[in-house]
């Protein structure tokens, strides 16, 4: 009998779905698991119709990060966690759009994979920590990505302290960008996804693309390459379509 996916890819048209599977231990990821995690982000670096990619987890977790029973027997090495990491910043470098849905508790690696998300919704009930340190580790590229998120003291007392935070907490120190009540989240997800869908992708996949990078280039390099990919919205398709819109618009007025 096939073992069930550790990480589930269903694609449908431009959106994919990402769901970690593995509920029995709140999808705490094992070596098989960052190795699925990286054939599935590769998978979907090959799928070009694919713009907008949600990443939840099966059952009442989001992801809760390494398995440590499998940590603590040895049979999750570092480079697991390397090749875990491989695959968050193919994720952060992908031109498509990652929605972090947080339906449960984001622990440790699932807080990481969730960083290098575009849009992080979650249910009012999550969790959210990076206990690394108590586990002697350390949260692998989270020291750099959160400082840049949310500012350095803040993301020192989640690194360092390893405690957990609510939702709202979250939302509050803009770790999460909207929290919704439990009842609400499938259609709070839904509508999200439809928000990213309707935006035109050359432009979506420019921006991403520059304010990650915002923090690493200097002004002047930053700005070659913001007028190198404003030249080439305005002579996309898209852009043209966008400009038909708005002059139908203005004549059925």
């Known amino acids: 009998m096939t073992q069930p996916q ?56 989001f992801q809760t990060g390494v398995d440590l029973s499998a940590l603590a027997a040895g049979e999750l090495r570092i480079d697991d966690l390397i090749r875990w990491e491989d695959a968050m910043t193919a994720i952060e470098r992908m031109d498509k759009l990652f929605i972090a849905g947080i339906n449960g508790h984001c622990v440790g690696g699932g807080l990481q994979l ?22 002697c ?10 400082p840049r998120l949310i500012g350095l003291a803040r993301a020192k007392e989640l690194i360092l302290l390893g405690e957990p935070i609510s939702a709202r907490e979250g939302e509050r120190i803009g770790l999460v960008n909207r929290v919704v009540a439990p009842a609400d989240f499938a259609k709070a997800l839904d509508e999200t996804v439809e928000k990213f869908l309707a935006l035109p992708p050359v432009s979506v996949s ?4 520059l304010s990650t990078r915002a923090f690493d280039l200097d002004f002047e390099t930053f700005r070659r390459e913001m007028n190198a990919a404003l030249a ?5 398709n898209e852009h ?12 059925s007025r």
Do not use: H, Q, W
């Open 206 to 209: 420019a921006s991403k693309r």
């Open 240 to 251: 043209r379509r966008a400009m038909d819109n708005i002059r139908s618009k203005k004549r």
């Open 232 to 236: 080439a919205c305005f002579e996309s």
């Open 137 to 146: 580790l350390i949260p692998s590229m989270a020291l750099y990505r959160l």
């Open 114 to 135: 969730a960083l290098v998300c575009d849009y992080r919704l979650a249910a009012e009930e999550s969790l959210l920590s990076l206990p690394a340190v108590k586990e």
């Open 6 to 61: 550790t990480v589930r890819l269903d694609v449908d048209g431009p959106l994919a779905r990402m769901t970690f599977n593995r509920p029995e231990v709140l999808n705490a990821g094992n070596a098989r698991f960052a190795a699925e995690l990286g054939e599935v982000v590769d998978a979907l670096g090959a799928l070009r119709d694919v713009r907008v990619v949600v990443m939840t987890g099966a059952g009442r977790a």
